[in-house]
């Protein structure tokens, strides 16, 4: 069993098929199936279920997953120890973001990284907040931001910076004529609803909670903070989202702003990591820098 067997193995699982994790490895597809098919005789068990759409990882496949994961990390933290030992800092760390932090804060925090650290290499991987949680807790990136936390024995949530929710409408419509809108009139709009696993949603419908506003009249759910913003420019209804995303559209006057008569609907971002996990040099630099950017530089 050979460590890139176990790198080939893991990206067929995490790609769910040959094509895919062969695509994403930079390899031909028969040279995947051989490598797969090599490790299967050499175990003497099937790993993958091949029967459905999607290839399957099989109970021995579990098992070895979790082993693989647990190997290839401590190969890249023995070569990155053997680095920092020549005080240098080099390797590659994922990063999982929810898609808020992603798109609009860590491109230019990750950037001032890459400057104090060149030799680290920074792989970053979009998703929603219960997805990226997933995926810490699954040891399939080092370390996670995201927009809320829970309460998790396994993972350790640190503060990375607050952030503020408006109501979003389109610029010119009958929804938008003032600046503030009441609670009682939100909940009769047509509201534009992220998925269910969004860290959006679940800081916005606890807060509505609290007011008593439960019933929204939901007419599209979205799977991306882009593809709600482009629902409600095009008059579909209002939604809420992260004032972050939508300064662009507003200064170009493609949407408008509108507050909750008196509510304050902020939340706070977290940097989530395994509470067991030893971090690899590079991602133990990455995790202390993040935690050190000053308020302003995430703006």
């Excluded at 496949?61 to 994961?69: F, H, I, M």
Aim: glycine letters at 10%; charged letters at 25%.
């Amino acid at each position: 069993m050979e460590l890139r067997q176990l790198q080939i193995f893991c990206a067929v699982a995490e790609k769910r098929g040959f094509s895919l994790a062969a695509e994403s490895l930079g390899l031909t597809q028969p040279t995947v199936s051989f490598q797969i098919a090599a490790l299967e005789d050499e175990l003497g068990i099937k790993l993958f279920d091949r029967g459905g759409r999607t290839t399957q990882l099989t109970k021995s496949g579990e098992v070895l997953y979790r082993y693989a994961r647990e190997i290839l990390a401590l190969s890249d933290e023995a070569v990155q120890s053997i680095h920092s030992l020549k005080g240098l800092l080099w390797g590659e760390v994922t990063l999982g973001a929810s898609t808020i932090p992603g798109e609009y804060i860590l491109p230019r925090v990750l950037q001032k990284f890459r400057e104090a650290h060149p030799g680290i290499a920074l792989a970053v991987e979009i998703g929603d907040t219960a997805g990226i949680v997933r995926r810490v807790l699954d040891n399939e990136v080092d370390l996670g931001v995201v927009g809320a936390g829970e309460k998790n024995e396994k993972l350790v949530f640190t503060r990375f910076v607050r952030d503020r929710l408006v109501v979003i409408a389109p610029a010119r419509s009958e929804w938008a004529a003032d600046d503030r809108v009441t609670a009682e009139q939100l909940g009769k709009m047509p509201f534009i609803m992220r998925e269910s696993g969004s860290g959006t949603r679940a800081v916005m419908e606890r807060r509505l909670k609290e007011l008593g506003i439960e019933g929204l009249n939901v007419v599209m759910t979205f799977g991306s903070t882009e593809a709600v913003k482009r629902a409600v420019e095009s008059g579909g209804g209002v939604s809420i989202v992260s004032e972050r995303a939508v300064r662009n559209e507003v200064q170009l006057g493609l949407l408008r702003t509108m507050e909750i008569e008196g509510v304050e609907l902020g939340r706070d971002f977290f940097i989530v990591r395994r509470k067991q996990k030893v971090l690899s040099p590079a991602a133990a630099a990455l995790f202390e820098f993040l935690g050190s950017v000053s308020e302003d530089s995430r703006v």
